[in-house]
Nanobody
C-alpha cells in the first residue's frame, strides 16, 4: 500500500492550492480516503474525508466552505482543493486510507503516506 500526498507549497493568505493523493498497491475504489494535517506542536487532526464511491464527504468545521474533497477512482487519486487559505491552515498534510466508512478520526486509518507541507504566509 502506497499513498503519496503532493501539491503543497507557500501561498499567501487568501490564496488557493490543490493537493493530490496518489495511491497504489491496493483496491483504491474499495477504500475511504481521509486528509489530515499536523501543525508544529499540535496533534494530527482530520480535515476532510470521502467515501469509496465519493458519495459521502465530511469536513472539519474549520475548513467547511473553503475546502473541497473529491476523488477520481480511474486515476487512483483523491484531491483536496483549498481556497481562502489562512495562516492557521499551515501544516503538513497527509492522506490516508481505510476500509469501511469515511471517518474523521486519524486513529481509524490504517495506511499512511508521506505528507506535503502547506505554508500560508505573507
Amino acid at each position: 500500500v502506497q499513498l503519496q500526498a503532493f501539491g503543497g507549497g507557500l501561498v499567501q493568505p487568501g490564496g488557493s492550492l490543490r493537493l493530490s493523493c496518489a495511491a497504489s498497491g491496493f483496491a483504491f475504489d474499495d477504500y475511504a480516503i481521509g486528509w489530515f494535517r499536523q501543525a508544529p506542536g499540535k496533534e494530527r487532526e482530520g480535515v476532510s474525508c470521502i467515501s469509496h464511491t465519493g458519495d459521502t464527504t465530511h469536513y472539519a468545521d474549520s475548513v467547511k466552505g473553503r475546502f473541497t474533497i473529491s476523488r477520481d477512482n480511474a486515476k487512483n487519486t483523491v484531491y483536496l482543493q483549498m481556497y481562502s487559505l489562512k495562516p492557521e491552515d499551515t501544516a503538513v498534510y497527509y492522506c490516508s486510507a481505510r476500509w469501511g466508512l469515511a471517518l474523521m478520526d486519524p486513529e481509524s486509518y490504517d495506511h499512511w503516506g508521506q505528507g506535503t507541507l502547506v505554508t500560508v504566509s505573507s
